[in-house]
């Protein structure tokens, strides 16, 4: 029913983004009994994970280019944006992110977010919290650092880009709930993974996409999906302490996990994607 063209390379490496979205689409298709094929044009829809100048070549000789969807992993600033030229539409992986492709490009999009799997965790909470740092200034870690420590709560960190999938496993295991200082996020599966594991989130987020100047800024956010059952979520530090303190207060009411089971599971993303081809 799908054929889903990916780089070996991908796949390749530690763990990114990228590769999680190949390895959990597979997943969620295998799981669905979607059938699916992988670089061959099998069936009649085609889906192009990444857009690239090798892509661009596979995509010229597709006999079917009618059903075609390309994405998430497309970045219309780079020169082979433009030859997508036959019927096609672009795949976001969340809102904000259409909204700066459809703005500044008027580029056709589509949201669809990669099924999450649940990290196997135990239950072996040693620990208040643990701190989710990426890409953002050092001070703003250092300020919650600094809040948490001044009022006797116990936490741990990882940074982006230096740990390992067992390590994230096991942090998750040992805490009671995460803290992020994050960057935008196209999806955020890595949030979503804790999500998963139903440990409430305290968000600092990030509230515009500015990486490529003002020119092209947008809103956005650190956490695309997202509901009240998650967690809660300020947009500055002056928020932080009233806030946190409404968080402590209900931190055993909040269901992350139920909101993950039902917005991104591999039955509810599956059906997006597939629903995209019979419209």
Same mark, same amino acid.
């Given at each position: 029913?799908?054929?889903?063209?990916?780089?070996?390379?991908?796949?390749?490496?530690?763990?990114n983004g990228p590769r999680k979205v190949i390895q959990n689409l597979i997943r969620s298709l295998e799981d669905t009994n979607t059938p699916f094929a992988i670089n061959q044009e099998k069936y009649?829809?085609?889906?192009?994970?990444?857009?690239?100048?090798?892509?661009?070549?596979?995509?010229?000789?597709?006999?079917?280019?009618?059903?075609?969807?390309?994405?998430?992993?497309?970045?219309?600033?780079?020169?082979?944006?433009?030859?997508?030229?036959?019927?096609?539409?672009?795949?976001?992986?969340?809102?904000?992110?259409?909204?700066?492709?459809?703005?500044?490009?008027?580029?056709?999009?589509?949201? &669809?977010?990669?099924?999450?799997?649940?990290?196997?965790?135990?239950?072996?909470?040693?620990?208040?919290?643990?701190?989710?740092?990426?890409?953002?200034?050092?001070?703003?870690?250092?300020?919650?650092?600094?809040?948490?420590?001044?009022?006797?709560?116990?936490?741990?960190?990882?940074?982006?880009?230096?740990?390992?999938?067992?390590?994230?496993?096991?942090?998750?295991?040992?805490?009671?709930?995460?803290?992020?200082?994050?960057?935008?996020?196209?999806?955020?599966?890595?949030?979503?993974?804790?999500?998963?594991?139903?440990?409430?989130?305290?968000?600092?987020?990030?509230?515009? &996409?500015?990486?490529?100047?003002?020119?092209?800024?947008?809103?956005?956010?650190?956490?695309?999906?997202?509901?009240?059952?998650?967690?809660?979520?300020?947009?500055?530090?002056?928020?932080?302490?009233?806030?946190?303190?409404?968080?402590?207060?209900?931190?055993?009411?909040?269901?992350?996990?139920?909101?993950?089971?039902?917005?991104?599971?591999?039955?509810?993303?599956?059906?997006i994607l597939l629903d995209y081809y019979a419209s």
């Amino acid at each position: 029913m799908l054929n889903v063209f990916y780089r070996d390379e991908h796949l390749q490496g530690r763990m990114n983004g990228p590769r999680k979205v190949i390895q959990n689409l597979i997943r969620s298709l295998e799981d669905t009994n979607t059938p699916f094929a992988i670089n061959q044009e099998k069936y009649e829809n085609n889906l192009f994970l990444h857009w690239d100048p090798h892509h661009v070549q596979r995509y010229q000789s597709l006999r079917n280019k009618d059903k075609l969807l390309v994405g998430p992993q497309f970045w219309p600033f780079a020169p082979e944006s433009s030859q997508l030229t036959e019927y096609g539409k672009v795949i976001t992986p969340s809102e904000w992110v259409s909204d700066l492709f459809v703005k500044h490009f008027g580029i056709r999009t589509l949201n &669809w977010p990669v099924a999450i799997y649940a990290p196997e965790v135990e239950d072996n909470i040693k620990t208040d919290c643990l701190i989710y740092y990426k890409n953002r200034p050092e001070d703003h870690l250092l300020k919650v650092t600094n809040f948490l420590e001044q009022r006797g709560i116990s936490y741990t960190g990882l940074q982006y880009g230096n740990y390992t999938q067992e390590e994230f496993r096991e942090s998750l295991s040992e805490v009671k709930y995460c803290v992020i200082i994050d960057n935008t996020e196209s999806q955020g599966i890595a949030i979503q993974e804790m999500m998963a594991v139903n440990k409430p989130l305290f968000v600092w987020d990030q509230t515009v &996409w500015d990486h490529m100047g003002q020119e092209y800024a947008v809103p956005a956010t650190s956490v695309p999906y997202w509901s009240d059952e998650c967690g809660e979520r300020i947009t500055s530090f002056d928020q932080f302490e009233e806030t946190f303190e409404i968080f402590q207060s209900k931190l055993n009411d909040y269901t992350p996990k139920d909101f993950v089971d039902r917005e991104l599971s591999p039955e509810a993303t599956v059906k997006i994607l597939l629903d995209y081809y019979a419209s």
